[in-house]
């Protein structure tokens, strides 16, 4: 023995040295150690501080179940990653991994003090302490107590790493390659289904590498299996969530145990759609509930047995075994005959299986029946521990410097679980296994209840002559949860285990209970006085361990993390200085300053030039839907508020959407291009959204109309030319279309060619000024932009940009659905109700239009507002009020929607929806923003050239 | 003279190798979104011959549904618009761009996105699927060539996203 590594036992290579750094001091370990390994061969015992208390702690199992060690990674800027498992971090040249919730160190740590004064922290706590006053929780309280209680530092840099994510199909998904996962993999091979067999661990084994005899059946498994070209071996990946039909969400780990991560992707998330699952995941061995169970050196037997036999490690000099369960007699059986000390077996039981006892004789163990631990010794390390008969009497002091828990197993049925399959309570077990599958999914081996580990009994705190309310043995070590805690949760009239995990966070921590969910369930049974089933089982949901979100995220970060859609123009307005606005999916220019222009500059002479000129706008995005079948114009006229069936070829109509509820959902200009083809045009936002609704109609309430919705958004791009100069800058460009005001006047469509190109020439208007929209196929909309920019270039054409559209359409009182609607307005509050066809039989929401509340006085009506400041621009948003000077909380009419600078006005210009509004023209009203209440006017919402005489120039 | 303007695309000229595969933009092409309750009035509307199963492809035209058929054709095949006939023809020819992706490693490359089992997709099979978060149609040309077919404003994401299934 050299240090506490044992020669000739275990995997880690001994020709390859890794050395690696805890909290700062190095250490030497072997290829294919974890952190804990290595740590525990240098008879490292002290891990980390535990949540709540401070408790110092060490190891308790071998793999992912472990509660105790979590520890943070550091490999660089942006590369920490908090809240790992010392057992599973896999060590490699250079690792640095440090402790955490400690200060100043993790051997004095001043946290601890929680711990002496542990009486005053029963659970529920905080939520009783730190109530009031109410307002501290969230800036006072609750910053205070995560500093205190915690889990790691959560990372502050950007992740630079990389993530992969692929979809993978199989035949047969095998989670967990123990003996069992493997023998399912082994039959499937020769077959011809396509099988995937992942796990979570660097090789394949599970159970098998803690167990030497086995070694040349799992090096000839393993052999065949990697021969077998049906099957795909996953290692280092974990199955972390079971979804609807087979689908499992797995991660594996690329680079987390390489030296040199290289340059490829950190992990890479797996989603798998599997016609079979074949679950493998093994069982995890139970602590027992005793005082100082949370000692560092107090451990799973199992755990004990894999340092052991896996790692070449002994984790202590001198060991006793605590045992309720026949497992853990063979395990400290195996390690006497590996050359261990074990000083001696206690059992709660009072008889156990002869031939255990032989064995132990001639291992020559002493062994205590029908006696528990009831003390552990030492802080920092088990010194030793005191044991007592299970009536309290013969108590006598054993050193030692590790102590083994063998309390029965648990089979690990989180998949299982997430898909929804029933579970089944085993008294022998004193387990849930897995009873009916809800999905075309199996569970072999341990998993499902099947193990040779022999025989124990359950006892959820093992017997104490001492006072059971003063003493703190643990049941959720990560969490810090106590027998007690679970006591008083059931004093306090919890009954159901579903409210008892809350109120103690028992099995809430980030192990989500592996070890202590069965424990805490058998304490409040006996509490209760009831049945483990008639208490429950709190459900598991995904992850089953802790993933990162890089992992989650795939690809989708940064440049991938969300399309952004682009115009064919958009390069244009990127070189021609272009500040952007977000719209749904799209990036649109929302002006373009010159200069030092700011915003409230270029916006001002932007609209300047459209309306003493010509300006030009990219309206693109604007979604477009063809509607083509004979049917077209009936099917348009049962969805839109308008009359659609007499308009004829060649002419446009705003067209008003309406939900069944008969409040606006959209709006836009459709024009008939012939009889049985319309170019329907809707909202930016609402494109997908409106043709879902019609399709959505057509297929269920009209399936018998011979019409049929195409996306067209993007097939066009629309090249936007506003201003009394427009119809000058494009008539030397098109020489097929009639473009006087008589042959083509507003609101009509034409067909023809723009520089040789075709197009669908709209004369349509936003701004209130004369405005062709010039639709091009997409592939042509930037050079056909740059031959209108060049030929306007005489006329002084103008690029706008969003901004100034608002604007614009604000001074017409033009509405934008969304901005001045807000999914409770009408046609008749919004002042559009010129927009309904009356003669019509029927509409969408044409129903809901004469119900009561609709036609009731003091809806909201969209108006306008004159500040009587004219500098004033209103906040949009803004509250408005009748009496400033009424008590808080006022009543408040409505809000502000829009709001501009008009430039042509020379004013403040701003829209309103406002209780009661069209009775209120003339009337003042107040709007009270920060610092002051402004005064404004109620008026009707044109605000500049209410003939429209513009229009028609 | 539209001969002489710049038609643009979204997709950035070249090619990108990926593992086992080539990421390259098709040529422009001709696109008609076809639907009709009556197959058989559309195939006689515009000359030609339309696949009997959903999920098929020939001759350029797939069957997305029992009503829908998608026309991929060589960019001068125009085809009639239907005018007066029960069926809706729409020119959607600037709508989509097309990427190929082409090579032994092509389904893998984008099975990493999207979840169809292309194990099962036999070549001269075409679909509307997604990757990602973004609709696509995939026509599998080969047993190593497949066509993405993807709306115009979403095609440069999803280059980046395919160029980068192997680095990323």
Known sequence: MSGYRMEGAGRPDRSQPVRFSFDGESYQGYAGDTLASALLAQGVTLFGRSFKYHRPRGVLGAGVEEPNALVSVIRGPGRFTPNVRA?????????????????????????????????????????????????????????????????GDAPTEIDPDRYAATYAHCDLLIVGAGPAGIDAALEATGTRKRVILIDEQNELGGGALSDPALNPWLEASVRDLRAAPNVQILTRCTAFGFYHDNFVGAVERLTEHRADIGDGPREKLWRIRAGEVVLAQ?????????????????????????????????VGRKVVLMASHDSGWRDVFAMAKAGMSVAAIVDVRGTVDQALLDSAAQLGITVHLGSSVIGVSGRHAVSGIEVAANDG??????????????????????????????IAWRDDLGAYVPDKPNENVRCVGA??????????????????????????????????VTAKDIGLAVREGFRSIEHVKRYTTNGMATDQGKTSNLNGLQLASTALGRAVTEVGLTTFRPPYTPQTFGALAGRAK????????KT????????????????????????FPRGSEDMHAAVNRECLAVREGVGIFDASTLGKIEVVGPDAAEFLNRMYTNPWKQLQPGRCRYGLLLKEDGFITDDGVAGRITDDRFHVTTTTGGAARVLNMMEDYLQTEWPDLDVWLTSTTEQWSVIALQGPRARDVIAPLVDDIDLSAEAFPHMAVRLGHICGVPTRLFRVSFTGELGFEINVPAQYGRAIWERVFEAGRPHGITPYGTETMHVLRAEKGYIIVGQDTDGTVTPMDAGIDWAIGKKKPDFVGKRSLSRPDIVAPGRKHLVGLLTEDPDVVLDEGAQIVADPSQAVPMTMLGHVTSSYWSASLGRSIAMALVAGGHERMGETLHIPMPGTTHRAVVTGTIFFDPEGSRLNG | MADSLHRASPLPGGTVTLEGATLSAAPEMGRYSLRARDPAALAALIGRELPDAIGACSGGIARLGPDEFYALLPAQDALPSGEGGPVSIVDVSARAVGIVVEGAGAARAIMAGCPLDLDRMQPGRATRTVFEGVEILLVRETETRFQIDVWRSFASWLWRSLAGVNAA
Not at chain 1, 284 to 306: C, H, K, Q, W, Y
Not at chain 1, 558 to 564: E, G, H, I, K
Not at chain 1, 576 to 590: F, H, K, L, S, T
Request: net charge positive.
């Open chain 1, 87 to 151: 057992t599973s971090v896999e060590i490699y040249e250079g690792l640095e991994a440090v402790s955490q919730n400690r200060w100043p160190s993790l051997k004095t740590d001043v946290g601890s003090i929680t711990d002496r004064l542990g009486m005053f922290f029963p659970a529920g706590f905080y939520n009783k302490t730190f109530m009031w006053p109410r307002s501290f929780w969230e800036k006072v309280y609750e910053p205070a107590i995560r500093r205190v209680a915690g889990l």
């Open chain 1, 447 to 480: 998993c499902a209840g099947k193990w040779d580990f022999g025989s124990g009994v359950v006892v959820p705190a093992l017997p104490t002559p001492r006072d059971p309310t003063r003493i703190k043995a643990f049941v959720d070590f990560q969490n810090d």
């Open chain 1, 282 to 314: 093994g069982a995890i061995e139970r602590p027992l509930v005793f005082e100082g169970n949370d000692t560092p050196g107090v451990m799973l037997a199992s755990a004990a047995r894999a340092w052991l036999l896996r790692y070449g490690v002994a």
């Open chain 1, 558 to 565: 940064d440049a991938l993390f969300q399309p952004t859609r």
């Open chain 1, 393 to 422: 009497g013969n108590r006598r002091k054993i050193a030692c410097d590790a102590l083994l828990m063998a309390g029965g197993w648990t089979p690990t049925i989180h998949l299982w679980s997430h898909s929804k399959g029933t």
């Open chain 1, 568 to 591: 064919a123009i958009d390069g244009w307005a990127e070189e021609n200085g272009a500040v952007y606005e977000p719209v749904a999916q799209w990036r649109r220019a929302r002006y």
